[in-house]
Antibody, heavy 119, light 108 residues
Framework: QVQLVESGGGVVQPGRSLRLSCAAS????????MHWVRQAPGKGLEWVTV????????YYADSVKGRFTISRDNSKNMLYLQMNSLRAEDTAVYYC????????????WGQGTLVTVSS | EIVMTQSPATLSVSPGERATLSCRAS??????LAWYQQKPGQAPRLLIY???TRATGIPARFSGSGSGTEFTLTISSLQSEDFAVYYC??????????FGQGTKVEIK
């Protein structure tokens, strides 16, 4: 069965960096694009970034462009999110999600990892 | 950017009753619309994609309809496990991929 497990969240000071990881299993990781989607406490879902299955295309929300970088290692079935220059408004649960086959919507989601940006 | 607007923000329904949730797009998204269910402390779960196709394992009481800018998620007979927040999501025009603000379905 499809499993996505995020890790790397925690408390970080404003301006600092953090790297999130997402371990994928139960499917051919190298065949699927992947999203990161976040959810601030008590708020709705906000798309953050996406990478195609081979890393050839990457897109970012304006709110994170220039600060966050998505990457993947298909040999390790791993997805990453490098977050630099963190701000208080980046505080959220970060989910990795697989892109549905033949389309662009997320079909399977991880359980999320909480990032808290606070001094 | 396509803005997705859901209504109502909160829907109070008794178990066994029908629930109708609406989602409107600021411009046409064709049928590239998905619905997700999220319970407290859990990740979103895909219910519907392509505006009307149920995802694997989703009960038949969940149905989606619409195209263009107007969409509906209907839960024909609410069960206790259906009380949750529901989000619509467009994947027609990107980036960015955008979500509605959510509709909370609560017990009346």
């Amino acid at each position: 069965q499809v499993q996505l497990v995020e890790s790397g969240g925690g408390v970080v000071q404003p301006g600092r960096s953090l790297r999130l990881s997402c371990a994928a299993s139960g499917f051919i990781f190298s065949s699927y694009g992947m999203h990161w989607v976040r959810q601030a406490p008590g708020k709705g879902l906000e798309w953050v970034t996406v990478t195609w299955h081979d890393g050839s295309n990457k897109y970012y929300a304006d709110s994170v462009k220039g600060r966050f970088t998505i990457s993947r290692d298909n040999s390790k079935n791993m997805l990453y999110l490098q977050m630099n220059s963190l701000r208080a408004e980046d505080t959220a649960v970060y989910y990795c999600a697989r892109i549905g086959s033949g389309s662009y919507y997320p079909d399977y989601w991880g359980q999320g990892t909480l990032v808290t940006v606070s001094s | 950017e396509i803005v997705m607007t859901q209504s109502p923000a909160t829907l109070s329904v008794s178990p066994g009753e029908r629930a109708t949730l609406s989602c409107r797009a600021s411009q046409s998204v064709s049928s590239n619309l998905a619905w997700y269910q999220q319970k407290p402390g859990q990740a979103p779960r895909l219910l519907i994609y392509g505006a009307s196709t149920r995802a694997t394992g989703i009960p038949a009481r969940f149905s989606g309809s619409g195209s263009g800018t107007e969409f509906t998620l209907t839960i024909s007979s609410l069960q206790s496990e259906d009380f949750a927040v529901y989000y619509c999501h467009q994947y027609n025009n990107w980036p960015p991929w955008t979500f509605g603000q959510g509709t909370k379905v609560e017990i009346k």
